[in-house]
């Protein structure tokens, strides 16, 4: 229900296939390690490529515009653009991500100090928060500023564990 009547979320996620799927994972997991005999495990079936379905899909720009549009004329707080409320989110939890990116460099993955994973964070904020310009474009391209090799690791340490 979420994906199809919640504006917010599916102005342009509209239930990624790849997150729904790491969810069900998880899920299935915490249920086996719980299960006390073999026959209460469960396992997740392959989905054939052909079975995927309105989930996967993405809304076009100008709709996306559109929806956000009207599920924030209601909303003040909210900022206009999608972009945006990611960004405070982000701002408001800044010290708890750039931690969470330093201690995950321990394990080899992201950054090596606080000062880059800040300003890898930074750079993420900034491209967001221009994400107005796309509801502003009349085509369906999409003409981001590219993120420097920091400011990508950022977006998708942020996109894996957020």
């Given at each position: 229900?979420m994906?199809?009547e919640?504006?917010?979320?599916?102005?342009?996620v509209?239930?990624?296939a790849k997150?729904?799927?790491?969810?069900l994972?998880v899920?299935?997991?915490?249920?086996?390690e719980?299960?006390?005999?073999?026959?209460?495990?469960?396992?997740?079936?392959?989905?054939?490529?052909?079975?995927s379905?309105?989930?996967?899909?993405?809304?076009?720009?100008?709709?996306?515009?559109?929806i956000?549009?009207?599920?924030?004329?209601?909303?003040?707080?909210l900022?206009?653009?999608?972009?945006?409320?990611?960004?405070?989110?982000?701002?408001r939890?800044r010290?708890?991500?750039?931690?969470?990116?330093?201690?995950?460099?321990?394990?080899g993955?992201?950054?090596?100090?606080?000062?880059?994973?800040?300003?890898?964070?930074r750079?993420?904020?900034?491209?967001?928060?221009?994400?107005?310009?796309?509801?502003?474009?009349?085509?369906?391209?999409?003409?981001?500023?590219?993120?420097?090799?920091?400011?990508l690791?950022m977006?998708?340490?942020a996109?894996e564990e957020?």
């Open positions: 229900v994906e199809r919640v504006p917010a979320y599916s102005c342009r509209m239930g990624d997150h729904w799927r790491k969810c994972e899920a299935t997991k915490i249920h086996n719980r299960a006390v005999e073999d026959d209460e495990r469960v396992s997740l079936p392959n989905v054939p490529a052909d079975q379905g309105w989930w996967v899909k993405k809304n076009s720009v100008a709709k996306a515009g559109e956000w549009s009207e599920y924030c004329s209601q909303r003040p707080w900022a206009p653009t999608p972009g945006g409320e990611v960004s405070l989110f982000m701002i939890n010290e708890m991500i750039v931690d969470a990116a330093v201690a995950a460099a321990s394990l993955d992201c950054f090596d100090d606080e000062n880059t994973a800040d300003e890898a964070l750079e993420v904020i900034q491209v967001l928060l221009e994400w107005d310009v796309y509801f502003d474009q009349s085509s369906e391209e999409e003409t981001a500023q590219p993120l420097s090799e920091s400011g690791r977006a998708l340490f996109a957020m």
